[in-house]
């Protein structure tokens, strides 16, 4: 072995040691599908794993279910496995996240900021909540970031029904799962020859903003409401002020 083959088996080693947090081939690479279950589990069931990277994990995932699978993800998968298992996972992360808020209440965000613990993110998500109502924030939450991770506990703390809950938890889990990993498995086979691990981030950014449409619409819905009533409001106030004069 020539010197500069060695350096180079050296560095390759050394790089594929190296954990970061924020890169799903960390967790695809050494742990395949148990390593996308776990991140799927934490991040929507422990306040901790808010910063955990969901939605680039499965859209890598995804590709790891293509002909690229080792360039891209660092492992090959299996698609069906991922489109039952991730679900199923997800699912059960955000049912513990709902259970914590129950049992604990309130007492469980009423702590300072530190690092990893900023009140806003609570904040968020409660708002997000008494927008748009129980069942639909629920379903809405698993596509925003940060969002998703707390307005489980969130759920809890206003007391909605494990039940209820756990209907529009599976739907959600479902939609934004298995939508994404499709996507990877999608672009993975049509693009596969193309450097597709350098387009990631970009897709997932798009799969961000297009998850972003029905909140938008439902602010707009809310605004126009407002206005509404504001406009009646404004057109009542002069007629009961005519009439006590």
Sequence with gaps: ????????????????????????????????????????????GLLIGFFL????????????????AVKVAGAQLSLPLLLIGCPLFATAGAQVGHFLGAKFGRAMFEK???VIFQKKYVDKAEGVFNKYGPGKSVVLARFIPL???FLNPVAGVLEMSARRFFVYNLIGAVLWTDSIILLGH?????F??????KFVLPVIGGVVLLSLIPVTIELVKNKREQRRAAATASTHEPRHADRSA
């Design 1 to 44: 072995m020539s010197l500069r083959e060695y350096i180079h088996d050296t560095l390759a080693q050394k790089q594929s040691l190296s954990f970061n947090p924020l890169d799903p081939k960390s967790y695809i690479e050494p742990f395949g599908l148990f390593g996308v279950y776990a991140v799927l589990f934490a991040e929507t």
């Design 53 to 68: 990277p969901g939605d680039t994990l499965l859209f890598v995932a995804g590709v790891g279910t293509t002909s690229v």
């Design 112 to 114: 300072p900021n530190s």
């Design 147 to 149: 969002v998703r991770t």
């Design 186 to 190: 999608f672009l993975g086979e049509r």
């Design 192 to 197: 596969g020859n193309f450097p597709i691990d």
